[in-house]
C-alpha cells in the first residue's frame, strides 16, 4: 500500500510497547514473533498514535518537538509509517 501524508493510522494493539531509556523504545508483536527498537523520533510516533492521525498530523508534531520543519520530515515520517504498515505495526484507518 502506498501512503500519503493524508493517510490515517491507527495501532495494532496487539503490539507491546517499553520505553528505554530517555532515547529509545521496543515494540514486539507476539503474532508475528518479532521486536522492534525504536530511536526517539520513531518512539515519538508511536505515541503521538494513541489516537488515530494523519502523517501529516504526525509530521506537524514532530517538527514542533525535534527542531525540523514538517515538510523535511515528511518523506522520512512516510517511510518510516510505510515500514510499520508492512509488519503490521499500525494500519490506515
Given at each position: 500500500?502506498s ?15 517499553a ?75
Open positions: 500500500m501512503v500519503t501524508l493524508e493517510t490515517k493510522l491507527v495501532r495494532n494493539s496487539d503490539i507491546l510497547y520505553p528505554v531509556g530517555a532515547e529509545e523504545a521496543v515494540m514486539m508483536s507476539i503474532e508475528a514473533g518479532r521486536y522492534y527498537g525504536l530511536n526517539a523520533v520513531g518512539a515519538r510516533i508511536w505515541e503521538l498514535l494513541e489516537t488515530p492521525q494523519t502523517i501529516a498530523e504526525l509530521c506537524e508534531k514532530i517538527a514542533e518537538e525535534f527542531e525540523t520543519d514538517a515538510e523535511s520530515c515528511g518523506p522520512d515520517v512516510v517511510k518510516f509509517t510505510d515500514s510499520l504498515i508492512d509488519n503490521g505495526i499500525v494500519t490506515p484507518a
